[in-house]
């Protein structure tokens, strides 16, 4: 079924774009909308969406996208900031999930359920929106409303180097944290030990990705959902036990802290060398890291992100960002910016885009695909994210939290991490000043919308 | 609205201001009437100069004592600003009643049409004012505000962004960080020079090259500084752990131990600011007077002994001018390579004042603090630079 859809979708878009074609022939003289595309990527990312804008620019030829690249998400933000200040703002800004909160206070876009109104269709290209996974569509949906166009969408995984692993006589890798814990007490009584059995970035990304696997929420209002978050639970229970746990490793000398926030490079250096064991990383990184460590003859399996056995899991939230389109523009450029984003979001380019990257393919016909054509038989490290996601229960807690100042608490949770790492102290206690810190920064942000 | 506070505060400042001004007209025997109006006037308005745009907000009944305390003090910053010149016009004015004449006649300008010399000095004044006076009078209105990058509204907080710096623990610890690492690089970047400079001076076959290769570092920017430090002091495939091992010493955790990175930073920043210092010795040595030496080699003193008590004391011109520079690098321009070597961590033991307020204002957004910050750090070196001025000028030798 879904397959006969997704052909009869293929042929009216092909239809369509001949139709376009004719059109643009017509109207020849008439020069192309310049729609622009804003998105945090540098590397072979930006390529290949470059490389897709060309294609659509071919088949849509009444439209001229143009990509550019930015270093990072916060990078994108403050240009976002400037550039909406001068009236200079691009059709479609690629958005980090943390700053979803702050970019609906200063009103910066329209959400994409306003502008396709009740269509199904934009240029002959389908609108269907539930061909998209659950955990995707939850997360982008505010007040009920499709919002933000999912693109680069990604869960953290564990990385694990068999040979090590073997060596230690574990056959599969740690589910748990607590077998995560007895792994790394036997890898690290190894004769030829590697210098740390494990590490993660310390980013609150993944403090929030345990949160919701314990089924904690982070605010109160429905983790700020049903209503403007006004009170942070950092205190919690849930919170100080990831907090007493990653200090646990660290003390124990299993978790690997490079000494730096925030330091996914190092991460990726140590699994892909063999420095350490075991790594906990996001899924955008399947492709590098497994590449890379191939090249130095490391074989890495992925597996779940290890969960806390004592209050189990119910699933993990989804990473990275989405495509969001900018208010109050010229209706052709909103047609154009909608007809892009669409596009590049079909089942092919979904599946393609997982291929490339390891991003999660968002739509179930993109995984129908890559399964028929044998992709994650063929690479099993791409598979996991998916299946993460995809057995993930929808809770409060897993859709993940709407904070203002949602970049400035992350900061204050992986600050706190650092500070108990590298000082010492009690978990409980420092988790209970770090939420006050929070609270200050939320009540202060409130402050100036209430 | 104009309550009791509104009147009163202009009214006592008035009236010292008057006091004061009055009484040294007096002095001057001229119209004391006319120096309390003059003095009057300033002492009024000049504490108005903030008090006017912030409302009087800090000595609403509803805020503490601390903020009481900050607007008395605001309340005589403002008072100084126009009473200082005229209370030293009276000072000057005193002195050649007396028959003093400390000022020599002014001479006459060059130019023979007044605005040909505004004419000429339109452009630099544009820019001045489009780029450095008008962003520094907006840090002073946006550290009242509690307001983020880019967001459409901002609500005025009074002072708030500067009392709550005294509470503030991380910003405290900051203050100290500063201190210490400023003093390092300025103690350990000077000596450290100056016996580089002493050594590059002998006369030996090929020093030009030595000099060239001496200075050569401080044209690397600190960001590349920072990158490669970064990369020697890796813990894991770091070179500085490298050589360590060869003589059996354990790995250490250079960026990633609150004891070390300091020193890391410092090491790295003393190394980049070291040419810039050594090229200022070096010329200062090649100026110093022989004949001085030469006595003192005669009457018996040791090459150390002539090193500590006649070349350190005649430099000390350029040591005062380098401890000034570095002190500004310190503070500032050693940003880039904290950015890239540690990003202000671990646990925040390498996080100076700058990078501070970067932290609060470009990776928060939160610019009415990163204001507070930057006019608190501003006003600090420019007093560190005038206490340095009073103090070190006296035992600086200029020669002659």
């Known amino acids: 079924m879904n397959t006969r859809r997704t052909f009869l979708a293929v042929v009216a878009g092909l239809v369509a774009a001949s139709g376009a074609a004719f059109l643009a022939a017509d109207s020849f003289a008439q020069s192309p909308t310049d729609v622009k595309v804003w998105i945090a990527f540098t590397d072979n990312r930006l390529d290949w969406a470059r490389e ?8 849509f030829p009444q439209y001229n996208v143009t ?19 001068q009236n200079a703002a691009p059709a479609v800004v690629q958005w980090f999930e943390v700053g979803t909160q702050r970019a609906r206070d200063f009103g910066y876009f329209k959400s994409i359920a306003d502008a396709l109104g009740d269509r199904t269709e934009v240029n002959g290209i389908p609108v269907d929106f539930d061909d998209f996974i659950e955990p995707v569509v939850s997360y982008y949906t505010l007040d009920g409303k499709f919002t933000s166009m999912p693109w680069n969408s990604s869960s953290p995984i564990l990385y694990s180097n068999t040979a090590i692993l073997e060596k230690a006589g574990i056959d599969t890798p740690p589910a748990t944290w607590q077998e995560v814990e007895a792994a790394c007490e036997k890898i690290m009584a190894l004769p030829d030990a590697p210098q740390g059995c494990i590490t993660w970035p310390n980013h609150g990304w993944f403090y929030e990705q345990w949160m919701a696997q314990q089924d904690a929420v982070l605010a109160n209002n429905g983790n700020g959902r049903e209503g403007r978050a006004t009170e942070l639970f ?11 746990w990653w200090q646990s490793m660290e003390d124990q000398g299993y978790y690997v802290y ?93 599946a393609e885009w997982h291929q490339v990257t390891g991003y999660l393919p968002i739509r179930e016909s993109s995984v129908k695909l890559l399964e028929s054509q044998g992709w994650f038989e063929e690479n099993p490290n791409f598979y996991t994210a998916s299946d993460q996601i995809n057995n993930s229960t929808v809770t409060t807690a897993t859709r993940g939290a709407l904070l203002g100042p949602f970049p400035q608490i992350r900061d204050v949770i992986t600050q706190t991490m650092e500070d108990l790492m590298l000082k010492g102290g009690d978990p409980a206690q420092a988790m209970a000043q770090a939420n006050q810190q929070a609270n200050q920064l939320l009540a202060e942000y409130n402050s100036l919308y209430n | 609205m104009f309550g009791l506070i509104q009147i009163l505060v202009p009214l006592l400042a008035g009236l010292i201001g008057a006091v004061w001004v009055g009484s040294r007209f007096r002095r001057m025997k001229r119209s004391g009437l006319v120096g309390a109006a003059c003095g009057g006037l300033a002492g009024g308005l000049g504490s108005l100069i903030f008090m006017a745009p912030l409302d009087f907000c800090t000595f609403e009944p509803e805020r503490n004592w601390i903020d009481a305390v900050f607007g008395v003090g605001l309340v005589l910053v403002g008072m100084a600003i126009p009473l200082g010149p005229l209370l030293a016009w009276t000072q000057q004015e005193y002195h050649r009643h007396l028959g003093i004449r400390p000022t020599p006649p002014q001479h006459k300008g060059i130019f023979k049409q007044w605005w040909l010399a505004w004419l000429f000095l339109l452009p630099t004044l544009t820019i001045l004012v489009l780029f450095l006076y008008y962003p520094g009078l907006d840090t002073f209105r946006l550290s009242t505000l509690l307001t983020f990058v880019g967001a459409p509204r901002s609500r005025f907080v009074c002072v708030d962004n500067f009392t709550s710096l005294l509470t503030d623990s991380t910003y405290l610890r900051s203050i100290g960080i500063t201190f210490a690492i400023s003093a390092a690089i300025i103690v350990f970047g000077l000596t450290g020079s100056l016996l580089i400079a002493t050594l590059a001076y002998q006369p030996i076959r090929g020093a030009t090259i030595y000099r060239i290769l001496l200075i ?10 920072g990158i490669i430090f970064f990369i020697m002091f890796n813990p894991l495939g770091g070179v500085a752990n490298y050589v360590l091992s060869l003589v059996g010493i354990p790995r250490l955790n250079w960026l990633g131990d609150p004891n070390l990175a300091p020193w ?51 430099l000390s011109p350029i040591t005062f001018f380098l401890v000034i520079t570095n002190m500004t690098y310190a503070f500032f321009d050693i940003f880039g390579t904290i950015d890239l070597l540690t990003a202000g961590g671990p ?54």
């Open chain 2, 216 to 225: 050569w570092p401080y044209a690397i920017s600190p960001a590349v500084a």
């Open chain 2, 347 to 400: 646990s925040g033991s390498t996080s100076v004042l700058i990078y501070e307020i970067y932290k609060i204002g470009v990776s928060s957004g939160n610019l009415g603090k990163a204001a507070a910050q930057s006019i608190v750090l501003f006003l600090m070196v420019v007093g560190l630079t005038l206490i340095q001025f009073r103090t070190t000028e006296r035992n600086v030798t200029y020669g002659g």
């Open chain 1, 258 to 350: 490079s000494g730096r926030q925030r330091d996914w490079a190092a991460t990726e250096q140590a699994i892909q060398t063999g420095t350490v064991a075991m790594a906990i990383t996001s899924s955008a990184d399947a492709a590098n890291i497994t590449n890379a460590a191939k090249e130095n003859n490391i074989d890495i399996v992925t597996t779940r992100m290890p969960y806390n056995a004592e209050t189990g899991w119910t699933g993990n939230l989804i990473g990275g960002a989405s495509l969001w389109l900018v208010k109050d523009l010229p209706k052709e450029v909103e047609e154009g910016a909608l007809s892009f984003m669409l596009w590049l979001n079909n089942t092919e380019n979904a």
């Open chain 2, 264 to 314: 890391v930073v410092i090491f790295a920043s003393v190394w980049k600011q070291m040419g810039y210092n050594i090229l200022f010795y070096i010329a200062g040595l090649q100026n110093l007077p022989n004949d001085l030496q030469e006595a003192a080699a005669i009457d018996g003193a040791g090459a150390f002994r002539r090193f500590l008590s006649i070349t350190v004391p005649l």
């Open chain 1, 234 to 244: 950092l205190d919690s229970e849930p919170s100080i036990a990831i907090a007493s």
């Open chain 1, 52 to 59: 897709k804008a060309a294609e659509f620019n071919e088949q």
């Open chain 1, 67 to 85: 990509v550019e690249g930015y270093g990072n998400y916060e990078e994108i933000q403050q240009a976002t900031d400037l550039a909406i200040q």
